[in-house]
């Protein structure tokens, strides 16, 4: 039983305690030599062996070993560093930034271009400049000061001090002496460890300041400062949102220093974020390479902009993706959906998709990519009949092939799939299936396979693939291009860039619905948060993992409505009415709303709330023009839709610690209500601010307390001062809507446009070159 030691070498380094395993440790040493190449700075690193022991002293007996450490830069903000110590040359730019398997394409860098580094040999540093003149890096060599008095102790290892500036101006460091004495060490500056003779993995560590915040690292379910927090970057079944498993693990993290880190891996990794030790942010990679970028800005944005360069941006859903999406687990037959869809029509619920989950093939859960005959007779005419109402059809389906499923011995017999006997059975894999293989995206043949299945189902008129699952694959299999342990991560950006590429060639719409995600699924929308449960912690736990996401560099992001699954019973439970409008409200102002989950979602089923729910969504569709407005700012900025409050007030300390309320794009501060009681505290940051539905002047920089809200009613405040597109009239789906009908109405208002009353055509305004004025 693995045993928490709270020494950095077992617990963060993974030495076995018995330190039996065949893995010795080599640290950085003082550097030798300094070149430039092509543009690049080399520099030789001499690496130690260190005794087998805790103790951290240098096995002398052992020759030093020397590395060569790259130092490139890239646009003006933007440093990359890579050292290797298998011998081989400096990886090209992996898939997560936009390249194959094979690495045989250029990267997407946004318009970055590669620099030019040269360097200036000074007394006491190396001093590195690129072609402006602008410090880059720094490699000191002055000697700490010291006064002889006592040899109790040993004097510390020579030991590499670099200082990095990314932006010219701020400086990141690497740790230098994060240590209580010469033998005992909290972190590294730069070191790896070898086993049975061969480098097996890297770390790293950067100085953290004392009140230094972390954000990012993927779908965090966790309070907005990460400080504190050793996370794994391995992708699992997150199992619900309240927990540390997560589906969408990002090597990228955002420090309230203004910087940000994206370590280039797909392999399995860790962020200790002052964790370990609070003087250090920690990196290890389970790789015999290091390679990372530092990215600097003034704000938050221009980091996230400088990572989305690097990893690719969002690209715009199409326009019916911001309607409502209706589902549930699941349904079974077309006369069932076409009930409910005449039911939606007839109730005024307006809608744009409708979502078959598990229950359209021939068995329940068995993925074979093909309607059941006699429960979907007629699936083209089905899809047909449902467009001309206004409804899109998605569907349900995973990258796993089942001993029984039809294409079992077409994908064996082509190695489409890898196969093990391990059996892919997730919590969340609801089914009896035993999965055979895993589809082989590293290989073009399987992937155009694939996309051979889903072109069936997109030419009968399916508007878009839920690409789910994709966070685990048979680990004990071969793929045809690269490892299992390389793969596991970069799974989920191979499977959905397959989906969206024959969606998108298809029907000229690049969607989907996806679950996973690594560097770079941001390019491929959109992702929601997985199995939530429907309670209060499974409400705060979604947005808390969603704001995150937000600093990971991913625009788009939604969550099942309201909640996924009972409590306690996971299928059963009655839903509670209360979190049903809460949950609604939430959706209402995310970039994307869907109903989904494992009890009935449709609102007539809530005959109490059924009214508040119709005017809720109605809402959403009056929003839809300044979601798009949001929406295409978010394609081409390093903006989220949904923004942490810090993303906009970055010098707002206590806005680094609000977690349960955001930014609903650039002019709408949203603060939802996840508690029985109908009361929350609301932060109103710097400026004035106007209510959206009361009309009502606050001023910023100061707490609400207690602030009691009806049922009916959410916190939702505009900008003083700012204009908000809205749609004028109802619509049943975003096909009856008519973009040049659009008004824009600017806050504060005599009377605010409050769409929940019936208020939008109010008199009290004028319509002149499509804006709404105050008369």
Avoid at 703 to 721: H, I, Q, R, S, T
Wanted: proline letters at 6%.
């Amino acid at each position: 039983m693995a045993v928490q030691t709270n020494y950095q070498l077992f617990d963060f380094l993974d030495f076995h305690p018995s330190l039996n395993e065949g893995e010795r440790l080599w640290r950085a040493c003082t550097p030798t030599e300094i070149r430039e190449q092509n543009g690049d700075i080399l520099v030789t690193v001499p690496f130690q062996q260190q005794n087998n022991s805790n103790e951290i002293t240098p096995d002398l007996s052992v020759a030093r070993k020397n590395y060569t450490l790259q130092i490139r830069t890239l646009g003006e903000k933007i440093i990359r560093v890579s050292i290797l110590f298998d011998g081989s040359p400096p990886s090209p730019l992996k898939g997560e930034l936009g390249t194959s398997p094979k690495g045989d394409e250029k990267p997407p860098l946004g318009g970055l271009g590669v620099g030019r580094l040269s360097f200036e040999k000074r007394d006491e540093e190396w001093l590195i400049k690129d072609s402006k003149g602008t410090k880059k890096a720094v490699f000191n060599f002055r000697q700490p000061e010291t006064e002889w008095w006592s040899d109790l102790q040993p004097a510390p290892q020579e030991t590499i001090d670099l200082r990095f500036f990314p932006d010219g101006k701020k400086e990141v460091r690497l740790t230098d002496y994060d240590m209580f004495a010469p033998t005992r060490h909290d972190a590294f500056a730069l070191a790896f460890v070898e086993k049975n003779g061969q480098a097996h993995r890297t770390t790293c560590s950067f100085h953290a300041q004392p009140d230094e915040c972390f954000m990012g690292t993927g779908e965090r379910f966790a309070k907005m400062d990460l400080s504190g927090k050793t996370v794994q970057l391995r992708n699992q079944d997150g199992q619900g949102v309240n927990n540390r498993r997560t589906y969408k693990n990002i090597p990228f993290y955002l420090s309230s220093e203004m910087y940000g880190l994206f370590l280039h891996t797909t392999s399995f990794a860790k962020f200790s974020l002052a964790d370990h030790s609070t003087r250090s942010v920690q990196l290890m990679a389970e790789e015999p390479a290091l390679d990372f970028f530092l990215i600097g800005g003034d704000t938050p944005e221009e980091i996230l902009r400088g990572y989305r360069q690097l990893t690719g941006f969002p690209s715009l859903p199409p326009l019916w993706s911001f309607g409502v999406w209706m589902s549930r687990m699941t349904y079974f037959s077309a006369d069932e959906v076409n009930e409910i869809c005449e039911r939606l029509r007839k109730e005024k619920y307006p809608c744009d998709v409708i979502h078959l989950d598990t229950g359209w093939f021939e068995t329940d859960w068995l993925c074979e990519w093909k309607f059941n005959k006699i429960r979907f007779p007629q699936p083209e005419k089905f899809i047909k009949n449902l467009k001309d109402k206004g409804f899109r059809v998605s569907l349900w389906q995973l990258p796993y092939i089942s001993y029984d499923a039809e294409q079992y011995q077409e994908a064996s017999e082509n190695n489409y799939i890898s196969q093990s006997e391990r059996k892919i059975q997730g919590a969340s894999n609801f089914s009896v299936q035993d999965y055979a293989g895993t589809i082989d995206f590293t290989s073009d043949k399987a992937t155009e396979w694939y996309k051979g299945l889903l072109k069936k189902l997109l030419d009968m008129g399916v508007s878009c693939i839920k690409a789910d699952f994709g966070e685990d694959i048979h680990l004990e299999a071969e793929y045809h291009s690269m490892s299992p342990d390389k793969l596991h991560n970069l799974y989920p950006l191979l499977y959905q860039k397959a989906a969206y590429e024959i969606t998108k060639e298809t029907t000229g719409e690049g969607i989907i619905w996806a679950r996973a995600a690594w560097a770079g699924c941001q390019r491929y929308p959109l992702h929601w948060g997985g199995d939530s449960a429907s309670s209060w912690d499974g409400l705060a736990g979604s947005l808390k993992g969603g704001l995150h996401l937000g600093l990971s560099g991913f625009g788009f992001w939604s969550h099942d409505v309201p909640g996924f699954h009972g409590v306690p019973d996971f299928m059963n439970s009655v839903l509670d009415k209360n979190i049903y409008v809460r949950w609604t409200q939430f959706g209402v102002f995310s970039s994307h709303i869907r109903y989904h989950g494992s009890h009935k979602r449709e609102p007539w089923y809530y005959p109490e709330i059924s009214d508040i729910i119709r005017k809720w969504w109605q809402l959403r569709y009056k929003l839809i023009p300044y979601i798009l407005e949001q929406s295409e700012i978010t394609t081409r900025t390093g903006y989220p839709v949904l923004r942490a409050l810090w993303l906009q007030h970055p010098s707002d300390k206590t806005c680094l610690h609000i977690d349960d309320q955001y930014y609903f794009g650039e002019n709408i501060l949203v603060a939802p209500v996840m508690n029985a009681e109908n009361k929350r505290d609301i932060y109103l940051p710097e400026g004035k601010w106007v209510h959206f539905f009361t009309g009502e002047i606050l001023e910023g920089k100061q707490w609400l307390k207690a602030v009691e809200v009806p049922l009916d009613e959410m916190p939702v405040f505009v900008k003083y001062g700012a204009e908000i597109p809205l749609y004028p009239e109802p619509v049943n789906c975003t096909d009856e809507m008519d973009v040049s009908k659009t008004v824009s109405v600017r806050f504060p208002v005599e009377q605010p446009p409050n769409p929940l009353k019936g208020t939008l055509e109010s008199k009290g305004f004028q319509e002149s070159n499509n804006k709404m004025m105050i008369i």
